[in-house]
């Protein structure tokens, strides 16, 4: 049976990841909410809907705006954008950390010492992940047993086969067919995203010349700029391109790793062999970071 990281990953694991989870979250629904209301506001201001005593429509522009401000007040203030980049980062290292310990990667090997050393080890690089933390507060779930499960002390007392089959099928296969499928999705999202944004410029385009023929009196290029500018905006905030490119390169990258997977045949070699393999998966990781940053 392979690890199961509801089963089996530390408190902090599973802290991180739900922190990240609801910090995305916010930014996505707080950045959608700000556009939708920017594009709300320039519609209401290309019409005009007098009711005697004032402009309905200058009404909807003036809430709309004041919707925008006070999402982008709470985007600078509360920062999810930062929740969720440093708990994804704290989750993808403990989650690192625990596949190490567990299958006998560096610097956990199963000839760097006995139990006690590895565990205080362990639990020293958990400390400097958690000293790292300064965006949200991983609060574990109450049901977590300690930081070095149960399940992760057993699974690291197999023989070497038996690790290779769990680190085989429960992380590296597992995290090739997970990037494989997201960067598909990705480039799916990317092409309908740029179709889209092609047809929308091309109606203003057409807006704009109906305009200037006096075909229609309103500001129809303006209200599709806006549209346009938030589109391209929601894109810089999912970056459906970059990641496509960043998933698949680490597919191949472990698809590699994948074919060598038998090699190790002692407890260093395959100590060395984790190390590598956690390595590509952390890099992936880190350009993630970066272009985020």
Not at 12 to 34: C, E, F, K, N, P
Not at 162 to 180: M, P, S, V
Not at 214 to 233: E, R, S, T, Y
Not at 262 to 284: K, L, N, Q
């Amino acid at each position: 049976m392979a690890i199961s990281p509801e089963t089996a990953f530390p408190a902090l694991y599973h802290a991180a990841d739900r922190g990240a989870i609801v910090g995305q979250r916010r930014l996505l629904m707080a950045t959608g909410v700000r556009l939708a209301s920017l594009v709300a506001a320039a519609m209401f201001g290309a019409v005009s809907l007098d009711t005697g005593r004032l402009d309905a429509a200058a009404v909807g522009a003036a809430a709309a705006l004041a919707t925008a401000l006070v999402t982008e007040v709470y985007l600078l203030s509360v920062r999810p954008d930062r929740q969720w980049y440093e708990a994804r980062a704290a989750a993808e290292s403990a989650k690192t950390l625990a596949w190490r310990y567990v299958v006998g990667g560096e610097p956990f090997g199963r000839e760097t010492g006995g139990d006690e050393h590895v565990d205080r080890l362990l639990m020293h690089r958990y400390s400097e992940i958690i000293r790292g933390i300064h965006g949200f507060a991983p609060i574990p779930p109450l049901e977590e047993e300690s930081q070095v499960t149960t399940v992760m002390r057993t699974i690291r007392g197999l023989s070497l086969a038996e690790r290779k089959r769990h680190y085989l099928t429960g992380r590296i296969n597992d995290q090739r067919i997970w990037y494989a499928r997201k960067a598909g999705f990705h480039e799916r999202r990317s092409a309908r995203w740029s179709v889209a944004l092609a047809a929308l410029e091309a109606g203003g385009l057409i807006a704009a010349v109906l305009t200037a023929v006096q075909v229609v009196d309103l500001d129809l290029p303006g209200i599709v700029g806006a549209v346009a500018a938030a589109g391209i905006a929601w894109l810089q905030t999912r970056q459906h391109q970059q990641l496509a490119t960043s998933y698949s390169i680490a597919a191949l990258e472990l698809a590699d790793i994948l074919s060598r997977v038998e090699g190790p045949s002692t407890e260093a070699e395959w100590a060395h062999f984790v190390d590598e393999s956690e390595e590509a998966i952390s890099r992936e990781h880190m350009l993630w970071w970066g272009s985020r940053s």
